[in-house]
């Protein structure tokens, strides 16, 4: 039977991008808006992004928020929430990389819940409202910008649990390349790669013959992977445009609209950076290639078609397009087993088991019908 396309699709985040667009701020955030600035480590301190933004707001009560990780805790967000409630604060501004980003989403969703904000990232509360959102994008990757995404970490008990809510969607962001130029290029690759692996989880399953989403997923990672041949020229003003508006479209929504998607490397990896602190991006360079090989005859067509258009292979096998891609993450110095980072932990593969299994990810059945024997056998051969 032919698969039918069936799809609800909204994205209402207003993108302004380019060089020019950081002159948006000052009118795309209300001028009687009292502002929480949400930000990391303080790299927009280093770069000059902190002061364009607080030229921009000014006249605005502006309240400062910092020190959100990389991969944001539940426990240092729940005290911009207090933050945002002491002072009144009516809108949540993000600058920042997805770590930022998400993090605003949880604040602006949990400043409106009276019980525990961490009931909205298991599900136990749905949210139908949040304080308006907007972003400023420092680093091009997640997507998050302009998704209804969010990834929060308990540190308590090492849980990392991305949810879904619409009304957190930013309301507008700011995409100017010229402020990936401070970005080190660990995160340069991450980045790239990151994106990549969003394509991926919406493209590789099997054919369904929808031209315009195959066609847009192989548009978006032939570029991803020209950007990888070129990364040599990662410090050049096209390079880095190119990198954030694809990454943008990754995962702003139309990709996966309709079509059959499987999200089991992101479900997998996460394990990784909650309990090594991993690189969000790194985590999914070293599962993705052995769940493909795992899963090889669930994904055989679509590997084929996605080895010739994506990767050029003339009659390519499912076997050649894995091996191109595991060379793609090799070729940016990302590893591809647990062993190439500096994680030394001779019980890892029976540790991320462990995980794996108490969060309820290791029979996540879908197309590939994953199960516990299939799931151990991904961990093991990308950690063991
Ligand atoms: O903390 P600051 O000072 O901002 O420094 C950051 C951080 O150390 C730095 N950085 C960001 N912009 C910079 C910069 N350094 C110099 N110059 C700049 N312009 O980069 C480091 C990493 O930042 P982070 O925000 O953590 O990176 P990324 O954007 O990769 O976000 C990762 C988080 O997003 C989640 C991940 O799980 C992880 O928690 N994801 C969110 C998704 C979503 N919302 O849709 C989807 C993704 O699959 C992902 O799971
Ligand atoms: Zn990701």
Redesign the pocket.
Known sequence: MSHVLEFSFHNPTRIHFGPHSFDRLATAVPAKAKVLLL??????R??G?YDRVMAALAGRTVVEFGG?????TLETLNRAVDRVRAGGLDFILA????????GA?FVALAALYDGDGWDIVMGAHVPDRALPLGAVL???????ES?S?????RRADLR?K?FYAEPARPRFAILDPA??????DR?LG??LV?AF??VCEQYLTYPVGALVQDGYAEALMGALRQLAETFDRRREPDWQQNLMWAANQA?FGLVGAGVPTDWAT?RLA?EL?ALYGI???RT?SIIQPWLLRETIEYKRAKLEQFGRRVFGIPYATAEEAIAATEALYRSLAMPVHLRDTEVRDPDAAARVMQAVREHGNAALGGHAELDDAKTERIIRAACA
């Open positions: 930000y990391g480590g303080g790299s927009i280093a770069n992004v959100v990780e990389p991969n944001p600058v920042g990389g997805g770590s930022v980003i998400d989403k420092t680093l091009a990757a997640t997507g998050s998704n995404a969010a990834v929060v970490t990392k991305v402020v990936l130029a401070s970005l080190p995160q991450n980045g990151d692996v969003h995962l992101h996460v950076t690189d969000h991006a999914l």
